[in-house]
């Protein structure tokens, strides 16, 4: 889209999370444009076109941008949802990945919440803070390893004074782990509806000795299904 303004700087991006702040960067422009008629940045409709489209072919080569007939990028961002401001959406998504880049995570925050699916803000949270959870504990892990490797350095006071470092390290990264555990398994159930099953088994033994088994399956609802097995 073509609004008598220069043309656009070639845009270069040199990694994933460059590429999404680029993203982000194009829907704050076009939200700006279409809300004042400018955006604060002094960026165009043809900034905001090259940026996405820049960012696009980093994170998917192989996809081939679509041109409309007057040969201008067509926007490819999904439709914001109802309520939600599109330009609220980027600035947070930018503040999260600031976030995972200071816990040294953001990459692989910016895997995991692409392997999730994530769509919502809580989505996205969640997955950031177990990306953050899983590298750190990682981290620790790796350190208590190079002290036990240099213990043979130590004499035997050195030699306990390592082992209480170790074990205070280990403890830490098992608080860690039991937490990536806790926000994996509360993220499955936001994503999930919460819905859980739960099976009951009455089991009566008839003359003879047969055995008869009515299961009983019980939604958080609190509906029951009745049934043999």
Do not use: C
């Amino acid at each position: 889209m073509t609004d008598g303004s220069p043309p656009p700087q070639p845009v270069t991006i040199e990694s994933v999370t460059a590429a999404h702040r680029a993203l982000n960067e194009a829907a704050i422009i076009r939200a700006d444009l279409t809300e004042h008629g400018f955006a604060a940045s002094g960026k165009s409709w043809d900034d905001a076109d090259a940026l996405q489209a820049a960012a696009l072919a980093y994170i998917y080569p192989d996809m081939v941008p679509a041109v409309a007939e007057k040969g201008e990028l067509v926007p490819l961002e999904a439709a914001p949802k109802p309520g939600r401001s599109a330009k609220v959406s980027a600035l947070a998504d930018n503040e999260r990945l600031a976030l995972a880049s200071e816990a040294r995570a953001d990459e692989l925050a910016i895997d995991m919440a692409e392997s999730v699916g994530a769509e919502t803000s809580l989505d996205k949270a969640l997955a950031h803070q177990l990306a953050a959870a899983h590298a750190l504990a990682l981290r620790v892990i790796g350190r208590a390893s190079l002290e036990i490797e240099g213990m043979h350095r130590f004499d035997r006071q050195g030699q306990r004074e390592t082992m209480i470092e170790v074990a205070r390290l280990s403890n830490a990264a098992a608080r860690l782990m039991q937490t990536y555990q806790q926000g994996a398994l509360a993220l499955t159930k936001i994503r999930g509806g919460g819905a859980q099953t739960i099976v009951v088994q009455h089991v009566q033994v008839n003359d003879g000795g047969q055995a008869v088994i009515a299961g009983q399956a019980r939604g958080i609802s609190g509906k029951d299904g009745e049934g043999a097995s």
